[in-house]
């Protein structure tokens, strides 16, 4: 036997695993990932510019992409607009802790600041027109009572 029957069948026992690795086991228990999701993942680099503020994606329509092109959700069920949308931030979230943070960024959005404060003056004193005014309150360290 030569070290082509090797890889071949190595290759074939890889592909068996991975075969397995996506079947659900009997009753459904494991937590995997819904077709939907799975497609948006596959997806995601084509799916960013569209999908990803400052953009306002119209979800229902969407939705209904998917739902004739027979993709399902986590329960066999066509996905509605909440479930496209949500489905998205989690693969966006998913494939961002995947790669460092590098991954699915957002648009870099400019800073909305305020208008300037303008300062106004302070308002003159008025000029002491009698004898008799009070003068300007003095301001100081308070004394302790004895």
Do not use: C
Request: aromatic share 6%; hydrophobic share 35%; net charge positive.
């Amino acid at each position: 036997m030569g070290m082509g029957a090797d890889t071949e069948e190595s290759g074939a026992r890889l592909h068996a695993i991975l075969a397995a690795a996506k079947r659900r086991p009997a009753g459904g228990t494991r937590k995997a990932h819904s077709p939907l999701y799975e497609w948006m993942w596959a997806h995601a680099s084509d799916l960013v510019a569209e999908l990803n503020p400052p953009r306002t994606p119209n979800w229902q329509a969407i939705a209904e992409e998917f739902q004739r092109a027979q993709v399902t959700d986590g329960q066999g069920r066509p996905p509605t607009a909440e479930r496209v949308r949500k489905t998205w931030w989690k693969v966006r979230a998913d494939r961002r802790a995947q790669e460092g943070g590098e991954a699915v960024r957002q648009a870099p959005r400019r800073a909305v600041l305020p208008p300037p404060v303008q300062e106004t003056p302070a308002p003159q004193p008025a000029e002491a027109s009698s004898e008799h005014e009070p003068a300007s309150p003095r301001f100081g360290f308070a004394k302790p009572r004895t």
